[in-house]
């Protein structure tokens, strides 16, 4: 038996197949078959109704001063993403029309990108020169 999925069905929808049931009595017809979905999960994302949430790891020179990272999306595309200056960890950004299909609609829901920001390790002698050069920037 081949069913049809409708795209943005959620865990544990049910699905009806009308005819596809037990056979009736005294030669009524067909019942219905109901299908209950399970919806396989990606690592990447979270679903929470038609919107998705990722995290995504941004340098901290991005965070500081600004730049561009890649976001893969659900459907494989990448999408360049500009973080703006003074980005703070756990920020989010959204990204319309990036997360599932609405049922029953022509519409998508948002992906939410969160940062998450990495500091720099193995710093060089100079590099740890200029962070301390900024720490005492800072504290001024």
């Known amino acids: 038996l081949e069913v049809s999925i409708p795209r943005g069905v959620s865990d544990g929808s049910r699905v009806k197949v009308t005819g596809a049931g037990r056979p009736g009595t005294v030669g009524a017809l067909n019942g219905d078959l109901y299908l209950v979905v399970s919806v396989q999960a990606d690592h990447r994302f979270q679903r929470r109704g038609s919107d998705l949430y990722t995290n ?7 965070a500081a001063l600004g730049g561009e990272v890649e ?70």
């Open 71 to 140: 976001v893969r999306c659900l459907n494989g595309s990448r999408l360049e993403l500009k973080i703006p200056p003074e980005t703070q960890n756990g920020q989010s950004f959204r990204l319309a029309e990036q997360g599932m299909p609405r049922l029953g609609q022509g519409d998508y829901g948002s992906l939410y990108v969160r940062a998450d920001i990495q500091v720099p390790v193995g710093l060089s002698d100079r590099e740890r020169e200029l962070f301390r050069e900024l720490r005492d920037l800072r504290l001024r």
């Open 56 to 62: 995504i790891t941004i340098p901290l020179t991005h």
